[in-house]
């Protein structure tokens, strides 16, 4: 028989309701206030149909209406499908289909865009659905932690994207590793820089409802803004990825963060050694970690006493989590495999995907790492952004961390070229930073740090470099550049 737990948002407003849940720039809701506020909602969307097991997409920035409607179908046992507000009327077509949504809630703000596009359901922001009247039925009052909570779509870099499902159970499992390795102190608070229709964002969401936490929530990653609340909001905690370190360590200059910041969790693939040393010189508490949609956001984190001497390893495995290297070649580095109970237990309505990701319990990630003689593991880049140069494996990460060194680039972003000779052979997109470089310049430098094969053949300086919504590098738009 399933696992029943009360619902956590019931139990969290019974144990601290006039504890603070939310916070924005505009207002702020406590525990017991977003309860009630969802409860409605739920009874609102009730008049529409939303019911048990009802698949509603949810196309949002990060706003506090989003957060109520997710905690509302929540009450209803409803699954919420978290949609990227980047998609293209295509892309947000296919997937409405793919996940057999019922009905989509969108913010206010993007009323106007969604409505110009010819999507196969209703779309209702998430104010109509306010004004409707409640219907009286009763709500959920516990959790089923093996219910389906949760559809996330993978970034379908190559074929279409997948439709992640997570359970209760997933999320819960999530929260409870990650306070295991982090700890939880009375006055933290967690920044929400990330959108919640990643994984990454998402999971901040429900370590508030979970852990009886704060959560400030920004509406979309700015530096000024992120930076004024780590100063001046009590903010404790925050999760960024790559790109929004650099541009945060470069608004801080010679200033500090408070000494209550303490920990700023790293993720989205691993960091250039040179940025984490810089944060190291400047103080800021960087714990790098690792994981991926289909392990509900980090699965690997340094704990707060390795932070400093295990700069790029992304930690250990989270209790209660498994990892474990494959096919390793000469130099140790194999695909990484996770195992653990926030690992999903598959893809929505995709029996091949399912049978090829999931063996016997393991998550194959695509993933290439490495296991030091501590057991740190050590992300070198995805199996599919390997570049095999005459028989060479080179990976693209490696030469974008020697490249961030070099005065006059701000970021680099390298793939493989196809090549008659050699199979392969690496470019690099760089961004320019202050007077800028040359490409004699660029690959001068490669050659001091770089064996001849991995320097790029081809240098292309661009204004900006291809990025997600959680400000991935997306390599697949480079490479479409080189074609262009």
Known sequence: MAERIPHWLTKQAHLAPHERAIETDQNSMTFLQLKEASERYARKLAQLGVTEGTHVGILSTNELPMAIAIHALSYLRAVCVMLNTRLTEEELTYQLKDAEVYLVLT????????????????????????????????????????DPFTIMYTSGTTGFPKGVVHTYGNHWWSAISSVLNLGLDQNDKWLAPLP??????????????????????????????????????????????????????????????????RCMLLGGGP????????????????????????TSSQIVTLRPQDALQKIGSSGKPLFPAQLQIHEKDCTGVGEIYVKGPMVSNGYFANERANEEVFQHGWLKTGDLGYVDEEGFLYVVDRRKDLIISGGENIYPSEIENVLSNMDGIQEVGVIGKHDDTWGKVPVAFIVPHGEGCSEDEVKTYAKKHLASYKIPTEIYFVDELPRNASNKLVRHRLEQWLKS
């Open 196 to 261: 919640f229709f990643h994984v990454s964002g998402f999971s901040i969401l429900m370590r508030s409802i979970i852990y009886g936490m704060p959560v400030y929530v920004i509406e979309k990653f700015e530096a000024q803004i992120i930076h004024d609340a780590m100063m001046n909001k009590g903010v404790t905690i925050v999760s960024v990825v790559t790109v929004m370190l650099q541009r945060l360590m470069t608004l801080l200059a010679n200033e500090r963060y408070p000494k209550s910041l």
């Open 271 to 294: 960091a250039p050694q040179s940025l984490l040393e810089k944060a190291k010189e400047k103080g800021i508490p960087v714990f790098q970690s690792y994981g991926m949609t289909e």
């Open 107 to 146: 913010s206010d703000r993007l009323e106007t865009g969604v409505k110009q596009m010819d999507l196969p359901v209703h779309v209702k922001t998430f104010s109509s659905v306010h004004q409707l009247s409640e219907k009286q039925i009763d709500l959920q009052e516990e959790i089923s932690l093996d």
